[in-house]
Structure formats: structure tokens, C-alpha cells
């Protein structure tokens, strides 16, 4: 197997890394996947990564039919619409790669094109999109991580990617437990994003204030137990500083920043119905799944009431 060809759904934070990593790369066909106005205006304006406008080929879904690769990188209100269009993409050997945070995008994308074109996958990058324009630090970005999720790693779809991968300036890692690390980080991204994203503070918050601390531990304590009713051997995370700005606004706070909705569903939202179906009580969770939620309302003017 050998993957020359590659289409990514989704030209935001995410799908900015692949457009800066792959764009001009010699002997890869590489496309972007819109339609209608976003089709247009991504041939119009192209995407400005790190200061750099890149203009790719933008092609409707029929027109990447039989690609290699199908790349995700949707925000998790548009994953049902990047489902139609893999649908009319993925041909009999194509790997799906979801890089979406969350637990659930490969098993959703697997209920409609089978799960033996899946390959599970999660991205660590701190990056910022604000004005129509996506920052992020190339140094120290870690990349994309991808696995089989049973384990077994030694396959062709795994060497076609790390060989596909390895031509480009995408940074890459193959997880011996995939399913693991997946859950690892959606455990950092509940844990550090929502917090801060309630009480508008940034990453120093959490080494600064036992209250935000009592907090995460409380989020932390709540998915540990889902994770391990649902099979996984997750650990408590252990708070400990990574270096970055303590000013840094993590992804969701970003967004209500900027008034756009978040991705509340994809974090608690999932855990909650997870944790319902093992019968586990998850206050924590459900308490700041609503206030996030009242957030998103209060940006969309929903308690405007000066005037009444």
C-alpha cells in the first residue's frame, strides 16, 4: 500500500498544520474538500497560516473520489456533514485519519464506512485562530499521533502513513495503545480546558488557586471512573506545569472569546451519555456542561435584555 494522494475535510487550527506540513510537497496530491460558499472563498482568500497565505487545490467531494488518504479535521459540529462527504469520497482502500479531539469521531465515522478504513488518531498542537488568521510554533508542535486500535501496528496502513508522513513537515508518532491516548487527551483537554473556560483565566489559574484546582480534580475524578466502566486503564491526571504562558487561553475559551460555540458537546456532552449508560453519577461534569452552555447563549445575545 502506498499513499500518494490526500483530501482534508476542514481548514481550521487543526487542518492548518496539514495545509502549512504537506502544501508543496513534490510527488503528493494534495486537496482541500469544500463546496458552495466555502468552496469559494477558500480559492478566494486561501488560508493564513504563521503570516503565509497558501493557496491548495479545493475540489467537491466527488471530485477527490478514491484519494489515499481522507484527513479530518472538523470541528465537532461538523462532523456529520464531513461523514456525507467521506461517504462520497472513500474508496475500497482509503484511510480515514479523524486528528478531531474526542473520543467517538472513528466510531461515528466507522458506523457509516465500516471501521476497517478507520485508523484511530489525535493531534497535539497549540495553536490560535483568531481574525481569519491560524498561529501556531512549528518547534514545538508534537504533531499527529495514529495507531491500529488493536495494537497491532505492524501493517501496511501503518507503513504507508509513516512512509507518506515522512516526506513532509508533518511530525508523526505511531502509539503502541492508540485507544489510551486518545482518552489521555481528551482527559487534558477536559481537564485544562473547561475550567479556565467558566472563569475566563488563563493556564496559571490551575497552579495558582485551589479552587480552580478543586475544579479539575473534580472533572478528573468523574471521567477516570467512566473510563475505566468503559474498559480504560486511565490514571488521575497529576497537575503539573508544562511551561506554557500562564496567560495561555486553551481552545474553548478561545472560542468564547471569539463568541463562537465550543465544543462542549464533544467533551462533556459525550462523557455524560457515557456515564449514563454505566449508571455514574457525574455532577461536576453536568454543572460545567451547563454553564458552558448558558455561556454560548449569553454570546449569542440570548440575555440582551437592556431595553425591556
Known amino acids: 500500500m502506498t499513499v500518494r494522494s490526500a483530501a482534508l475535510i476542514g481548514a481550521g487550527a487543526v487542518g492548518a498544520y496539514f495545509i502549512w506540513g504537506m502544501a508543496g510537497v513534490p510527488d503528493i496530491d494534495f486537496c482541500l474538500v469544500a463546496e458552495g460558499e466555502r468552496a469559494e472563498r477558500l480559492q478566494r482568500d486561501g488560508v493564513l497560516i504563521n503570516g503565509e497565505t497558501y493557496h491548495l487545490p479545493v475540489k467537491p467531494p466527488e471530485e477527490a473520489k478514491d484519494c489515499d488518504l481522507i484527513i479530518v479535521a472538523v470541528k465537532y459540529s461538523g462532523l456529520e456533514s464531513a461523514i456525507s462527504e467521506i461517504r462520497r469520497m472513500a474508496g475500497e482502500d482509503t484511510i480515514v485519519l479523524s486528528v478531531m479531539n474526542g473520543i467517538d469521531s472513528e466510531d461515528l465515522i466507522a458506523a457509516e464506512i465500516g471501521e476497517a478504513r478507520v485508523m484511530h488518531a489525535f493531534m497535539r498542537i497549540a495553536s490560535r485562530r483568531a481574525d481569519g488568521r491560524i498561529a501556531f510554533d512549528p518547534e514545538v ?147 460545567i456542561f451547563h454553564e458552558i452552555k448558558a455561556l454560548e447563549e449569553k454570546n449569542d445575545g440570548k440575555f440582551d435584555y437592556d431595553g425591556e
Open 141 to 287: 508542535t508534537a504533531g499527529v499521533f495514529f495507531g491500529e486500535k488493536d495494537r497491532n501496528n505492524e501493517t501496511d496502513r501503518v507503513a504507508a502513513l509513516c512512509e507518506f508522513f515522512g516526506k513532509t513537515n508533518v511530525k508523526f508518532h505511531v502509539c503502541e495503545d492508540i485507544i489510551l491516548k486518545q482518552w489521555e487527551k481528551y482527559q487534558t483537554n477536559i481537564c485544562y480546558n473547561l475550567p479556565q473556560a467558566v472563569l475566563g483565566t488563563g493556564y496559571g489559574s490551575y497552579f495558582d488557586s485551589e479552587h480552580v484546582e478543586y475544579i479539575r480534580a473534580a472533572l478528573d475524578r468523574e471521567l477516570v471512573a467512566v473510563a475505566h466502566a468503559e474498559g480504560i486503564a486511565l490514571q488521575p491526571l497529576q497537575l503539573k506545569y508544562q511551561g506554557y504562558q500562564k496567560s495561555a487561553r486553551y481552545s474553548t475559551l478561545q472560542d468564547l472569546d471569539a463568541k463562537r460555540h465550543t465544543e462542549i458537546d464533544m467533551f462533556l456532552g459525550v462523557l455524560i451519555e457515557k456515564a449514563q449508560s454505566h449508571g455514574i453519577e457525574v455532577p461536576a461534569s453536568r454543572l
